[in-house]
T-cell receptor, first 115, second 111 residues
Framework: GAGVSQTPSNKVTEKGKYVELRCDPI?????LYWYRQSLGQGPEFLIY????????DSGLPNDRFFAVRPEGSVSTLKIQRTERGDSAVYLC?????????????FGPGTRLTVL | QKEVEQDPGPLSVPEGAIVSLNCTYS??????FMWYRQYSRKGPELLMY????GNKEDGRFTAQVDKSSKYISLFIRDSQPSDSATYLC???????????FGKGTRLSVIA
């Protein structure tokens, strides 16, 4: 596809469960970002990958959150022992290192609800 | 004080009006300034991208950056009902670095 895709589009889980959210970036984009957007707020940065490595994970709220990008393309955001406060839309964006200034293009997001 | 301040609105205007949206920021290291449009239950869509100070025009949209005042604006001319969305400003210190977003301004254009 032409754009960033994210699956699932919606995820409902129970408190304490483990969830995985997937992001498929634009083909050829080496930079990949995860953001979290709560209701009525702008997206907040979680983690940034350049290639396979996490270049900046300073936005992850605690050690329950982890993300991987093993082959430098698809990324998975993993949340352990989910809490009700984790409910939000999780957005993924990608950017081309060759792009001017690194314009970031967003996917549609995964809406996570923790009951 | 948050790094990026944006009035959340809501802002309601009649069709055909000129809309002015703006953000202020505190971090003088920001060099790249963006405006995103976000429809309900969709991801943000990049509208305008500006480097450093100056103006940029694209169709009905004009983005302005005033680094001396730490103030950015987005103008929408001849607004249409299809422009009804939340508009997010975003900025970063250098290319390929995480964006810092405002809260977003909710705009309604009434036919």
């Amino acid at each position: 596809g032409a754009g960033v895709s994210q699956t699932p589009s919606n995820k409902v889980t129970e408190k304490g469960k483990y969830v995985e959210l997937r992001c498929d970036p634009i083909s050829g984009h080496t930079a990949l970002y995860w953001y979290r957007q709560s209701l009525g707020q702008g997206p907040e940065f979680l983690i940034y990958f350049q290639g396979t490595g996490a270049a900046d994970d300073s936005g992850l709220p605690n050690d329950r959150f982890f993300a991987v990008r093993p082959e430098g393309s698809v990324s998975t955001l993993k949340i352990q022992r989910t809490e009700r406060g984790d409910s939000a839309v999780y957005l993924c964006a990608s950017s081309s290192i060759a792009g001017v200034g690194g314009e970031q293009f967003f996917g549609p997001g995964t809406r996570l609800t923790v009951l | 004080q948050k790094e990026v301040e944006q009035d959340p609105g809501p802002l309601s205007v009649p069709e055909g009006a000129i809309v002015s949206l703006n953000c202020t920021y505190s971090n003088s290291a920001f060099q790249y300034f963006m405006w995103y449009r976000q429809y309900s239950r969709k991801g943000p869509e990049l509208l305008m991208y500006t480097y450093s100070s100056g103006n940029k025009e694209d169709g009905r949209f004009t983005a302005q950056v005033d680094k001396s005042s730490k103030y950015i604006s987005l103008f929408i001319r001849d607004s249409q009902p299809s422009d009804s969305a939340t508009y997010l400003c975003a900025m970063s210190g250098s290319g390929n670095t995480p964006l810092v977003f405002g809260k977003g301004t909710r705009l309604s254009v009434i036919a």
